[in-house]
DNA sequence: CCAAAAGTGTTGCAACTACACCCATGG
DNA sequence: CCATGGGTGTAGTTGCAACACTTTTGG
């Protein structure tokens, strides 16, 4: 059942990437998880690199896998090779393997170690099917704000994947890939307040959207809440 | 000769790092480069990740193997794992393996794929004592503007790195790592100007620098040039 | 009417740009 | 003297933050 997570001559050896898969829901910026069968060892969704496939490529394909979903913004942000990122992979491996308590699931990978190639993802949070995979039996949408310890590394990972992003949330609008197709203004700034991790003026943060000349403004509109009627707007093509 | 470029279990397979290595002389900015011996192949300083060392680590002993240096700022940039990047490396390894006539040396390595891990280091060009090291015959400081054809996807790891200081000119200061312990305004100027590729007002520039409050003139004053007289200058401590 | 959303105007600050102009000094 | 290096002043621009105020609209 593990068998393609078994370095075989399939995978090139020693190596891995990672993927952090950011998406926005309920005002709250949120990073998909992976639990590991029967435990409570959390992890981002990672895989291997094929033979015949380009280290870009094998991150898509492990986006794919976990999200059903294809041309996604998906960038590289560091590379994480250091020894000590494994030290506590025996502890916790051997809590993996016991908890799992199958002697056929080859699970020494784990401890061996791993140079591992950080990417990070910008989703749709609406448009995501989660598929946990072989070896997780959970997969969830954690809040930022509230990110539980996570195997090996992996909450430093997602740390510098959160820098890495805040440094392109302006530069290259990254964060209308957060969001569907159409948005009001204010989901936009919530998502900008997310990320930044602070308070944006509404009146000032409108007009520099706008300024931009980025976005359409869509004559109808939202048909939601209590006692108002926010524009819906859509990204120019 | 070759033993310790070799594949052996003393290395990571299938990772190398390669350091592009920065240094700024006759106002020019300048990447250190080694040839293949007996070849005309010019690559950048490159090695492979040790078992027990870490990626950094691997970086940083490249850097000293080449130029004596050590604490030097050195950062990871970026990881190249296309497939393609070695696309040309079998006709690359013909003319290199032909060029050295040696059927001992066993540059097999050359042709197999690697992801590499690339770094740039920011280095005081009067301080290097260059060491072409075994594979190569020589090595030279190659002005970045007028670079050749260089080994596999070099070029563009070069230009990634260029990016990727420019990036971090301002915001971390690191043109001073360019540049020794005492400095002129218009060494500085230079450095700025050659690396963003454009001119730079004088005045301006001069009064953004001391506003930092980074750097101290020292009284003594430049006994050079023909009619003048500039300061010298030293970062704060 | 009321509350939320949207839009307009203004003020002030900080950073940067582009010049004009000054002083100092070594040959 | 003059060419070069070094320094000051100032006017214009831009982007941004903060705030006040008005308008629109659905219930």
Redesign the pocket.
């Known amino acids: 059942m593990l068998s393609r997570f078994k370095q075989t001559e399939l995978w090139l050896p020693g190596i891995s990437v990672d993927c952090v898969i950011f998406g926005f829901h309920e005002n709250q910026l949120k990073v998909l998880l992976l639990k590991f069968h029967n435990t409570h060892v959390w992890s981002l969704a990672g895989g291997f690199v094929g033979v015949e496939e380009n280290v870009d490529q094998a991150a898509a394909r492990v986006l794919y896998e976990r999200t059903g979903l294809t041309d996604i913004y998906l960038k590289q942000f560091y590379t994480f090779g250091d020894l000590e990122r494994n030290d506590r992979a025996a502890e916790e491996h051997r809590s993996v393997t016991t908890a799992m308590g199958s002697p056929d699931d080859d699970l020494s990978w784990m401890s061996k170690r791993y140079i591992t190639i950080g990417y990070y993802a910008l989703v749709d949070y609406s448009k995501v099917v989660v598929n946990p995979g072989d070896i997780s039996d959970a997969a969830d949408w954690v809040d930022i704000a509230a990110l539980p310890h996570l195997f090996l590394d992996h909450n430093k990972i997602v740390n510098k994947a959160l820098e890495a992003m805040r440094q392109s949330l302006?530069e290259k609008l990254i964060a209308f890939e957060l969001l569907g197709d159409t948005f009001?203004?204010?989901e936009i700034q919530a998502v900008y307040e997310t990320i930044l991790d602070k308070?944006?003026?509404?009146?000032?943060?409108?007009?520099?959207m706008?300024?931009l000349d980025i976005l359409v403004?869509i004559e109808k509109?939202?048909?939601?809440?209590?006692?108002?009627?926010?524009?819906?707007?859509r990204l120019k093509p």
Do not use: C
């Not at 003026?201 to 409108?206: D, I, K, L, M």
């Open positions: 302006d009001t203004m204010s308070k944006i003026v509404r009146t000032n943060f409108q007009r520099k706008l300024s403004r509109k939202f048909t939601g809440g209590a006692h108002k009627a926010p524009y819906l707007y």
